[in-house]
């Protein structure tokens, strides 16, 4: 953990903020006519939050969100999970609200994207086209698209209609889960639950000739680079952002609200190899305690940005400071 604790967290991580603190925006903050058509339309508004990192500006969007239930948490019973979510107050009777968020990087000459959301395919989402034009933005004009892992919460938006949505971009996956969510062997093996992400991983392949399966952390841009977080998927990774002596780290999903970052042996249903998953969250959560480091986190509350502190032994995640400031 040391090489990965120096990298992903060197220089501090205090926010380069807009206004002095984050920034958050209810549809395109320049458009009075988007902001009558928003303020109509409540229930469909997508939130957008933004901050600076030295001289790139990341805006967190939101694809939408969907309730796990209770006894996809291995490691805790069902009870034991909502019991947690009802201390929490966040308790929902159909399980834990999971938010897809995503992130957008932009430094002038270069957008990048962190995921694309299930897209319809889980629960209440598909909302990321929506955030695009509250930010004036088509998908055409992404230049790039970090996938984070082969699951269908990530990626679904590259391929949802059975098209390339992002034809301009080139996009980067880790080999490794390229190398298994393709692999037929597997697909044949795996429970249903996993079936769309093979199907969809096979669409990317397919629908993407500008796929670079990479290997190991990298720098795609000056400022951005690839973290490895193995565990979760054989090739999950997270993305780290810095600039100026400010850092930013995209974790995908290290993080599950309600049971992290207190319990490390807690999974979720989803992980491939649940002892490397609770290995890495055992190496990876203390380091970014220590250093304070400021984290975003694809499914915790919306937009996912806060950092793992320690309290009285026990780490916990306390969300970054995002109120309007002058």
């Known amino acids: 953990m040391t090489d990965l604790s120096r990298r992903a967290f060197a220089g501090g991580v205090s ?26 339309t409540p229930a469909r508004v ?56 995503q992130y957008l990087i932009e430094d002038g000459e270069r957008r ?108 795609i841009v000056r400022g951005i680079s690839i973290v490895d977080l193995t565990g979760h998927t054989p090739g999950h990774i997270g993305v780290r952002i810095e600039d100026a002596g400010q850092s930013l780290i995209m974790v995908s999903d290290m993080l599950f609200p309600v049971v992290h970052p207190a319990a490390t042996d807690v999974g979720f249903l989803f992980e491939q190899d649940p002892a490397a998953a609770k290995a890495m969250r055992d190496r990876f959560l203390p380091a970014a305690a220590s250093e304070g480091a400021l ?3 694809t499914h915790m509350p919306f937009p996912g940005l806060g950092r793992i502190v320690s309290d009285r032994g026990q780490l916990r995640w306390q969300v970054a400071d995002w109120a309007m400031q002058t």
Not at 17 to 40: C, D, V
Not at 54 to 71: E, Q
Not at 94 to 100: A, D, E, K, L, Q
Not at 160 to 175: F, M, T
């Open 112 to 219: 990048v994207l962190l995921d694309t959301g299930p897209a319809g395919s889980i629960g209440q989402t598909g909302a990321l086209p929506q955030a695009f034009t509250a930010l004036g933005l088509r998908r055409d004009q992404i230049d790039a698209v970090i996938v984070t892992h082969m699951h269908q919460d990530h990626m679904g938006g590259l391929v949802i209609g059975g098209q390339n949505n992002y034809p301009n971009a080139e996009l980067y996956i880790d080999r490794r889960d390229v190398t298994h969510w393709t692999d037929p062997a597997k697909r044949a093996g795996a429970p249903d639950y996993l079936q769309t992400s093979f199907r969809m991983s096979s669409e990317v392949v397919r629908l993407y000739p500008r796929l670079q399966a990479i290997d190991g952390e990298r720098e």
């Open 15 to 40: 926010l380069g903020i807009i206004g002095g603190g984050l920034m958050p925006l209810l549809g395109p903050a320049a458009s009075a006519a988007a902001a009558a058509t928003a303020a109509a």
């Open 295 to 297: 984290i975003a986190a």
């Open 46 to 101: 997508t939130p957008l939050a933004q901050i600076r990192i030295g001289r790139f500006t990341v805006t967190a969007l939101t694809d939408g969100y969907a309730d796990m239930p209770y006894n996809f948490f291995p490691g805790r019973t069902a009870a034991q999970v909502e019991q947690a979510a009802k201390t929490q107050h966040t308790a929902r009777p159909s399980g834990v609200r999971f938010v897809f968020n």
